[in-house]
């Protein structure tokens, strides 16, 4: 199968990858059976983080709103109570995104391996082992849990733009936002480049070497997660989106051997 490769370093390109790869799905049906396990936990942990994000808005965070009877009062308390609500929103995005991928993963990553078979890119179809998918999901799980510590450290890091006087917000928000981006571009084109055991300076320069293109590509998939009840069906699009998005951009990194690119770096 043929891969479409007008203009592939736009953001337009890497902002519709992941709709692409929604597309790649319904037109695959064996596909089908790699996104139905992981269906099935998104869905637990999205009903989870939801339930849990609720409680704790009711239980802590009403609580902790001032109440009065002067029009301020009010004011302040729906006030409050909006950016609670958004607060608490961004809580349950997070933990159901970290969660859902980490958990997932060794699934997503052989949702990835089939795409690739299907598109002409892979090793060919392979007799299923117990062993070497418990190897292979050992590896993924590794490699998850490293971005995730990873993520969470930097975003913590970030709080601390919050004590800037006036202008620290605002550059939180965008630095956040970047950040969050570029994770979301590691995240699922990393199945396509840990498979062949390629380092991640290879994968940075390929995300660097188009900033257009993965920006667009993050943006795509952060507007997925951002629609209620896409979250649920998301991932496995994105992590298609990602591995037709690899091939389409720059499938010299894929097939050129890790020595070569070692030393060129």
């Not at 699009?237 to 010299?252: D, S």
Request: charged share 15%.
């Amino acid at each position: 199968m043929s891969l479409k490769m007008s203009s592939p370093y736009r953001f337009d390109h890497g902002f519709f990858a992941p709709f692409r790869g929604a597309r790649f799905l319904l037109r695959h049906p064996r596909l089908w059976p790699f996104i139905l396990i992981p269906g099935l936990i998104n869905t637990l942990i999205f009903a989870m983080t939801v339930h849990y994000g609720l409680r704790f808005f009711n239980e802590v965070v009403l609580t902790q709103i001032p109440h009065g009877e002067a029009w301020y009062w009010l004011f302040l308390s729906y006030l409050l109570w909006f950016v609670a609500v958004l607060l608490t929103a961004v809580l349950v995005f997070f933990s159901f995104t970290l969660i859902g991928n980490l958990i997932a993963a060794p699934f997503n990553d052989l949702l990835s391996e089939k795409t690739e078979q299907i598109i002409g890119q892979g090793e060919g179809a392979r007799a299923f082992h117990l062993a070497a998918f418990t190897r292979e999901s050992l590896r993924t799980l590794r490699d998850e849990g490293i971005k995730m510590s990873l993520f969470c450290l930097g975003m913590l890091l970030l709080l601390s733009l919050n004590m800037i006087p006036v202008i620290g917000t605002i550059i939180y928000g965008v630095t956040s936002t970047l950040f969050t981006l570029f994770f979301l571009v590691v995240e699922y084109t990393g199945f396509v480049f840990s498979r062949r055991n390629i380092p991640f300076a290879i994968q940075r320069r390929f995300i660097f070497g188009r900033p257009l293109a993965s920006g667009g590509f993050g943006c795509g998939v952060l507007l997925l997660l951002a629609i209620p009840l896409l979250q649920l069906i998301c991932i496995p699009i994105a992590v298609v989106g990602a591995t037709l998005f690899c091939h389409e951009q720059g499938g010299e990194f894929l097939t050129t051997s890790v020595k070569e690119k070692s030393n060129a770096a």
